[in-house]
């Protein structure tokens, strides 16, 4: 079984800060990791995957992401945040590349302050 | 259109009466998902079809539930004796293979009164 763990239900930060978004996974098998935004009133977007191919994975929009097996953690960086970066951020895992079955986390809500 | 729809976008049921949800996904998508978000919590599995057959239905949380996809393309979610509990996003997703990118609709809201 496979499960995410996102802590905490929201995150604010100021623009041009740091943003972080944590995020562990529990699997049995070596995981597919996925990093989804849900901008207001728009459907999932996918932000970044990891597929074992790099353990550091670049996404769009300047965030990224680093696999780190021996924490088994997922988190989410940016080196500065954007007021148009304010969303609901899911990560989610799958035993396999295919996006056929993804856990999801139930999601952090980041605010952007001016 | 471009992207994969859903409708109705709203839907508000009687708690016991039948519905119907559909999704239209991207053209030339083989693969399409069910998901179902309920309030604070992320998206949860339902079930998977690759073509018109459904390759995963583990997700559905009981026989009230049911999903086709006769021809490939468009699929029906059913939920039969509404219950207030399946208040919840219906979230449809379609990608052209079970390992490439899946793209989301922007769900249906269903409330059970």
């Known amino acids: 079984a496979q499960s995410v763990t996102q802590l905490g239900s929201h995150v604010s930060v100021s623009e041009g800060a740091l943003v972080l978004l944590r995020c562990n996974y529990s699997s049995s098998v070596p995981p597919y990791l996925f990093w989804y935004v849900q901008y207001p009133n728009q459907g999932l977007q996918l932000l970044l995957k990891y597929t074992s191919a790099a353990t550091l994975v670049k996404g769009i929009n300047g965030f990224e992401a680093e696999f780190k097996k021996s924490e088994t953690s997922f988190h989410l960086t940016k080196p500065s945040a954007h007021m148009s970066d304010a969303a609901e951020y899911f990560c989610?895992?799958?035993?396999?590349?295919?996006?056929?079955?993804?856990?999801f986390g139930k999601g952090i809500t980041l605010s952007v302050r001016p | 259109g471009a992207g994969v729809s859903q409708t109705p976008s709203n839907k508000v049921t009687e708690k016991g009466k039948y519905v119907e949800l559909r999704c239209d996904p991207i053209s030339g998508h083989t693969a399409l998902y069910w998901y179902r978000q309920s309030l604070g919590q992320g998206p949860e599995f339902l079930i998977y079809?690759?073509?018109?057959?459904?390759?995963?239905d583990s997700g559905l949380p009981n026989d009230r539930f049911f999903a086709v996809r006769p021809e490939g393309s468009v699929s029906t979610l059913k939920i039969q004796r509404t219950e207030r509990g399946d208040s919840a996003v219906y979230l449809c997703?379609?990608?052209f293979g079970p390992g490439d990118e899946a793209f989301f609709g922007q769900g249906t809201r269903l409330t059970v009164v």
């Open positions: 989610a895992v799958s035993d396999s590349g295919a996006n056929s079955k993804l856990t």
């Open positions: 997703a379609s990608s």
């Open positions: 079809f690759q073509g018109t057959g459904a390759a995963d």
